[in-house]
């Protein structure tokens, strides 16, 4: 499989910049094939593990009709999004994750997914209370898996030179 090159190579964040902001991302854009070749872009919250990302849904609906359609997807995170009005522009920081989704199926791999986005959004909760709640909503849950094959980061031409006045 074959991905553009980012055009502004300066720009690109390395690979530890952009597993550091997937892992501490807390919500990101999904983009699948909807209806009618239509974009279906999506808001969700997510976890990252070891070069895949795990989400979830209801088993029915637009995003799993689209899953279910096409498994290619890609997920946007933005890191930052600062606002510089006197210079007309944004200092920005972002990754774009390319991959391919399945629905999980396996029951305990299910349960292993579900509970890494539990400990990711109350990590302070007790075992019981995430017990509680994952027993609560199993029945309706679909989680699915996104294995990365291509992922770029990229961050404002601004950001790049305060770290080169850093260094």
Known sequence: MIFRE?????QALSQQEIVDILYTGTSGVLALLGDNDYPYAVPISYVYDDGKIYFHSAKSGHKI?????????????????????????TY????????RIRVIEDESEKRIAIEKLAIKYA???TNDNRENAIRREWKPLCMLEMTIDHVTGKEAIELV?????VR
Do not use: H, N, W
């Open 123 to 125: 990590p302070e909760d």
């Open 65 to 89: 009709d689209a899953i279910r359609r096409t498994a290619k997807a890609s997920l946007c995170v933005i890191d930052k999004d600062f606002i510089v009005p006197e210079e007309y522009t």
């Open 92 to 99: 920005f920081r972002s990754v774009i994750a390319f991959g």
């Open 6 to 10: 980012m055009r502004r190579k300066k």
């Open 161 to 165: 030179k305060e770290k080169q006045e």
